[in-house]
């Protein structure tokens, strides 16, 4: 099965349950400054969870794109080094706003597993919250899940929200066990984050709403919202381990391995590459660019990111905006914005990679020169800094190269180095001088194909995350 006809079938099988198939939000919240990017189905429908927000239906099903490169959510340090984690995905989910609670919407995942798409049970393993009686009793008694594969977790697995405030609630979760040939143990296991059993979808029982003070508020109604990665179920259902080996990815890691002169599709760097495509080409499409600050800095970081990864595959001349066709081809319709704007998103990410790439030889360099010098295993933070500075070098680029050498960074003094910069803009600009002016990376890009719907003044400072 495709992973587009995986898409459809979810979609199909949640309208037959009364669902109404709503369309993706955008990766750029509507008008919610707690939120760096769109990170979950539910967030275009945090209002009506809240019940400040009615619509007509009470029950809905998306395929949400999400991004996870920042905020609460942050996956840009797995991607590269799990086989599940990606910057950019689509997230399927079924919704019920005061309507079904617990019992349907469990009967309903597994069902949908089990039933549509024929997963043998005894490759499925449960986990409830600790606390959530009620959701362990429908699972093992009415649902006949054996206990040896279900598990009790607590509040950082099975507890889930969107940020630090807005609608959160206990949830329960569906893994799928890979096989004993690769390590990881059962969820609640002391390494289940191995990659053997790979959490597929996550229900999500809403029933408060957590405001800045921490205090939690019960919501008007409990609701149920879901999510389930179709990269991870795509790779379930076509027989293998890897969200990269599924048809969405083969088809842009050939495309980028031609275009760097013949890399193999299971090449690390290049799956870094195939994944921060589609961050990048559809955070362009949703109105981000490429910026030193708030969400612009973010794509600027996974721009980056790619950008040096090819370096190392050898790249000499520009390849990562050659690849969004690649991209549009193997997502069809779930690409349409892409589609639509694919012009001047390949003219951005054009601009971002050449400008980059004037200082990132020479910043490689030096950083070379330093490694080899290096005595111990700590790259120092005034390296790190002058990276950043003068060449460009977000703080997670330099460390993500460090994390290939065995190395780290040396995060206090780097931090001090910037503390020291400011202190020097501050002492500055009290004589009228913009000594950020001579700091900033020159040419930004001009976007005027849409209004830029980003707020950069909400998440500030993202690299020292
Ligand atoms: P993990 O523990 O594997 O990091 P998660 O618990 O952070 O996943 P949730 O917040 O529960 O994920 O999101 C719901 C579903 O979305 C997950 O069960 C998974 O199928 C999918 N998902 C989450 N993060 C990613 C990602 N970075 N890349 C691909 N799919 C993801
Ligand atoms: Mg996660
Ligand atoms: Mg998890
Ligand atoms: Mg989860």
Known sequence: MKSSEL????????????HTAVASGSLVPHDDPTLLFTNA?????????LGREARDYTRATTAQRCVRAGGKHNDLENVGYTARHHTFFEMLGNFSFGDYFKRDAIKFAWNFLTGTLGI??????????????????IWLKEMGVPADRFSR????????????????GPCSEIFYDHGEDIAGDPPG?????????????????????RTADGEMHPLPKPSIDTGMGLERIAAVVQGVHNNYDIDLFQHILGEAGKLLGGVDSSNNSLRVIADHIRSSAFLVADGVLPSNDGRGYTLRRIIRRAC??????GATGSFFYKLVPALVEAMGDAAQIVADNK?????????????????????MKILED????????VIPGKTVFTLYDTYGFPVDLTNDIARERGLTIDEDSYEACMEEQRQRARAASQFGVDYNSAITVEGETEFTGYTNLVDEDTVKALFVE
């Open 7 to 18: 898409r459809s079938a979810f979609q199909k099988y949640f309208e037959e349950q009364g």
């Open 41 to 49: 189905g539910m967030n275009q429908f945090k209002d009506v969870f």
């Open 120 to 137: 043998p049970e005894e490759k499925l393993w449960v986990t409830v919250y600790k606390d959530d009686k009620e959701a362990e009793d």
């Open 153 to 168: 977790l607590g509040e950082k697995d099975n507890f889930w929200s969107m940020g630090d405030t807005g609608p959160c």
């Open 189 to 209: 296991g002391p390494n289940d984050d191995g990659d053997r059993y790979i959490e597929i979808w996550n229900m999500v029982f809403m029933q408060f709403n």
């Open 308 to 313: 040096r990864h090819g370096h190392k595959l």
């Open 343 to 363: 012009d001047q998103v390949m003219d951005i990410l054009k601009k971002e990679e050449e400008q980059f790439a004037r200082t990132l030889d020479k910043g």
């Open 370 to 377: 330093d490694i080899a010098d290096l005595k111990g295993t």
